[in-house]
């Protein structure tokens, strides 16, 4: 199948899948990703056919982790694996795809051996800082809290955070858990240029509403 074919096929299939994604792993998510991806790969080298696939495919499985609980990770591996072997790609390309998404998620502490899985898990970690990232991470609480409330579906590991009585409370856990730590858990030396900035921006973000929490808490 042509690339360009196989990128649009994939692309089409991912967003139906995540049509109904409540949080922040939608398809706005998925194409920042792919578009991080190329702008590292253009730094540091790595197989465009492999990362593309693997960024339009690394959360295709985070809807059965909402309802199932588990690993989006590990979810959205085999869900690509059967995908593109359907699509006829060779096992060593599918392994190479799937590797790159089993290994990308923050949580999951593990650290990638190849280039194309550094490069993913960097983009990924990427989009989480930044105004993007404050962005993403209170849509990401408000969408959570609302499946508990709704669906009783409880995200044991986010509930510092998403679970907090007080949603600001939660966002400065949110802050101390991920973001912060972030820029250490890299791989690239382009994405570590591109953290610090982002992570700026967060940081003043944050102080801003320290600032205006106490000031309305000191009303009451």
């Given at each position: 199948?042509?690339?360009?074919?196989?990128?649009?096929?994939?692309?089409?299939?991912?967003?139906?899948?995540?049509?109904?994604?409540?949080?922040?792993?939608?398809?706005?998510?998925?194409?920042?990703?792919?578009a991080l991806c190329l702008k590292l790969q253009k730094e540091e080298g790595g197989e465009l056919l492999v990362l593309r696939?693997?960024?339009?495919?690394?959360?295709?499985?985070?809807?059965?982790?909402?309802?199932?609980?588990?690993?989006?990770?590990?979810?959205?591996?085999?869900i690509a694996s059967d995908f593109l072997s359907r699509e006829g790609l060779s096992e060593a390309l599918v392994k190479r795809?799937?590797?790159?998404?089993?290994?990308?998620?923050?949580?999951?502490?593990?650290?990638?051996?190849?280039?194309?899985?550094?490069?993913?898990?960097?983009?990924?970690?990427?989009?989480?800082?930044?105004?993007?990232?404050?962005?993403?991470?209170?849509?990401?609480?408000?969408?959570?809290?609302?499946?508990?409330?709704?669906?009783?579906?409880?995200?044991?590991?986010?509930?510092?955070?998403?679970?907090?009585?007080?949603?600001?409370?939660?966002?400065?856990?949110?802050m101390q858990y991920k973001p912060s730590k972030i820029p250490e858990k890299l791989n690239t030396e382009t994405a570590k240029?591109?953290?610090?900035?982002?992570?700026?921006?967060?940081?003043?973000?944050?102080?801003?509403?320290?600032?205006?929490?106490?000031?309305?808490?000191?009303?009451?």
């Amino acid at each position: 199948m042509p690339y360009t074919k196989l990128l649009e096929k994939t692309r089409a299939f991912v967003s139906s899948v995540l049509a109904a994604e409540p949080s922040s792993h939608d398809m706005a998510h998925i194409k920042r990703v792919e578009a991080l991806c190329l702008k590292l790969q253009k730094e540091e080298g790595g197989e465009l056919l492999v990362l593309r696939l693997a960024a339009l495919l690394h959360d295709v499985g985070v809807l059965r982790e909402h309802e199932n609980g588990g690993d989006h990770a590990l979810y959205s591996a085999e869900i690509a694996s059967d995908f593109l072997s359907r699509e006829g790609l060779s096992e060593a390309l599918v392994k190479r795809v799937v590797y790159c998404i089993k290994v990308h998620r923050f949580s999951g502490g593990h650290v990638p051996e190849v280039l194309e899985a550094q490069i993913l898990q960097d983009a990924d970690r990427l989009d989480a800082l930044g105004a993007i990232g404050v962005f993403r991470a209170v849509l990401s609480m408000g969408a959570l809290r609302m499946l508990k409330y709704t669906k009783g579906i409880d995200k044991g590991k986010s509930k510092k955070t998403v679970y907090a009585p007080d949603p600001v409370d939660g966002f400065y856990e949110y802050m101390q858990y991920k973001p912060s730590k972030i820029p250490e858990k890299l791989n690239t030396e382009t994405a570590k240029r591109l953290a610090e900035e982002r992570l700026k921006t967060m940081h003043l973000f944050q102080e801003a509403l320290k600032r205006e929490a106490e000031c309305e808490s000191l009303k009451t």
